[in-house]
């Protein structure tokens, strides 16, 4: 059979059972100068693959253009990089159908592809080489992340559902050394992140625009990295000391302890003994403020206002002056 008499037959067999071999397909168009054919597996795993002849097909591989909406520039290149390789082992063979059925086959077995640039990003940006390690495991949709600081180490998984971006991620804290209180922070926090990025908030702006879900890994495992690495060395804002001991059993859990770090709304960790001397001595006018970045300071053990904060100590003073009254008139 020549050339033509070929493709003709191979484009009958495409058109014929293309839709019950190759799930979510949907043929745009089957020509011998063109087959334009779209793959979706999920809203965010959609590609349309444009197929020619070439003249000495079958024994060159088809030219193939992947063109998508949904997903990146370099990724669209990085499949089609995958399968030229994959048809180069089929040279000789009918290559529609065997290209198309290995497309659908890569968009089903690799959930991480709407994430991948993210992930991309957080190996260059957030990890440090040798020493954190980010696994993963396409099949299963799950990233798994170490990362060390002096003595501390953290460990989280973060699993990646088919309909990502739209929802949310799921976050699992393996491993760490930090306070409980700390751990617990960490993982609520970056659940809250992920919620925020698929849910429209209660309130809504009248001249913000439509919410639409948006992009989270990133932002999610940045926030996880960063508390992992920031608060090992982090100091005091008010004696200057390490926060945390150097050695993780070392670390206060007696919440009336000096030492016990504390842990404030715009993120700064205190010694407990630190902040609460801070928060009780003057001046008062217009609250407390984080040495570091100048934002009022907000705490539930601290919840009072500056007036009845400024009315407390003048008592305390008073009733201080007393007493040293009283020692003074017994000596």
């Not at 099949?139 to 060390?148: D, E, L, N, P």
């Not at 990646?160 to 699992?172: G, L, Q």
């Not at 922070?185 to 659940?191: G, K, P, T, V």
């Not at 992009?215 to 999610?220: D, E, G, L, N, Y």
């Amino acid at each position: 059979m020549d050339r033509s008499g070929l493709i003709n037959q191979e484009l009958k067999d495409v058109q014929k059972t293309l839709l019950s071999k190759v799930e979510g397909c949907e043929i745009i168009g089957c020509h011998q100068n063109l087959v334009s054919i779209k793959i979706t597996k999920t809203p965010h795993r959609v590609l349309t693959v444009c197929i020619q002849f070439p003249q000495n097909y079958p024994d060159d591989i088809l030219l193939v253009e992947f063109k998508s909406k949904v997903m990146s520039p370099a990724l669209v290149n990085h499949i089609g990089q995958i399968c030229d390789n994959e048809l180069k082992k089929r040279v000789g063979d009918k290559q529609v159908m065997i290209l198309l059925k290995f497309v659908r086959k890569f968009l089903d077995d690799n959930p991480l592809l709407p994430c991948r640039d993210e992930l991309t990003k957080v190996k260059k940006e957030l990890l440090e080489e040798d020493i954190d390690i980010m696994k993963m495991k396409q099949k299963q949709g799950t990233i798994s992340i170490a990362v060390c600081k002096e003595n501390y180490r953290l460990k989280f998984t973060v699993s990646v559902p088919d309909e990502y971006p739209t929802k949310s991620i799921e976050m699992t804290m393996n491993e760490n050394n930090f306070p409980a209180v700390m751990a617990y922070y960490f993982i609520s926090q970056a659940r809250e992140f992920a919620r925020q990025a698929v849910e429209p908030p209660l309130k809504k702006n009248p001249k913000a625009p439509p919410f639409q879900p948006s992009p989270h890994v990133f932002k999610v495992m940045k926030f996880l990295i960063s508390c992992g690495k920031r608060y090992p060395v982090e100091n005091c804002p008010l004696c200057g000391k390490q926060t945390l001991p150097n050695n993780p059993s070392e670390v206060v859990s007696d919440m009336k302890g000096d030492n016990y770090a504390e842990r404030i709304y715009c993120g700064h960790l205190f010694h407990h003994g630190c902040l609460d001397k801070y928060m009780k001595t003057p001046p008062f006018e217009d609250g407390k403020k984080c040495p570091n970045c100048k934002q009022r300071i907000y705490h539930d053990k601290w919840n009072i206002s500056p007036r009845l904060a400024e009315a407390r100590w003048a008592h305390k003073e008073a009733r201080q002056r007393e007493l040293d009254e009283v020692v003074d008139f017994l000596s």
